[in-house]
């Protein structure tokens, strides 16, 4: 398995943002800067993630992004999904789109190892990423 691009782009965009935290805002422009995405691309994932509850933009003076909650709070399973929708290996749990489906004894198991995925995923908080992020810069 293999993450699509995008949902690459919003993890970084999220430990970027989350090295706002704290109140401070940010903008797409800055995220971009900060993370060498084109500012196109940090736009349309700011737009996804926003559209899932996980980033809030406030206009005006002083607006801005910032986390909608807290990064402890936010895990990796939480914006991969944002990005690629519920997270499955096999699109045959969803759809009928088998060619074997009405002989094959996967089938009943793929909810177990889709469940195990998305549990190795959400056992990562986004705090441990920028943790190890800023843990890197500091050798550097």
């Given amino acids: 398995m ?6 690459d782009y919003a993890v970084v965009t999220m430990c970027a943002a989350a090295r706002h935290c704290g109140g401070a805002r940010t903008s797409a ?5 900060e993370t060498g995405l084109p500012v196109p691309t940090v736009q349309k994932v700011v737009s996804m993630l926003s559209k899932a509850g996980l980033l809030r933009s406030v206009r005006g003076a002083g607006g801005g992004l910032q986390l ?15 990005v690629e929708g519920p997270i499955a290996l096999a699109q045959c749990v969803d759809s009928d789109a088998c060619a074997v489906d009405h002989a094959c004894s996967v089938k009943p198991h793929w909810p177990l190892i889709n469940n195990a995925l998305r549990g190795a995923l959400a056992d990562i908080p986004l705090t441990q990423l920028t943790r190890q992020n800023i843990q890197e810069q500091e050798v550097a």
Wanted: hydrophobic share 65%; net charge negative; proline share 4%.
């Fill in 2 to 7: 293999r993450l699509s691009n995008l949902a």
């Fill in 29 to 33: 422009a800055e995220l971009a800067a």
């Fill in 68 to 82: 909608a909650r807290p990064a402890a709070a936010i895990t990796v399973a939480d914006i991969v999904e944002a």
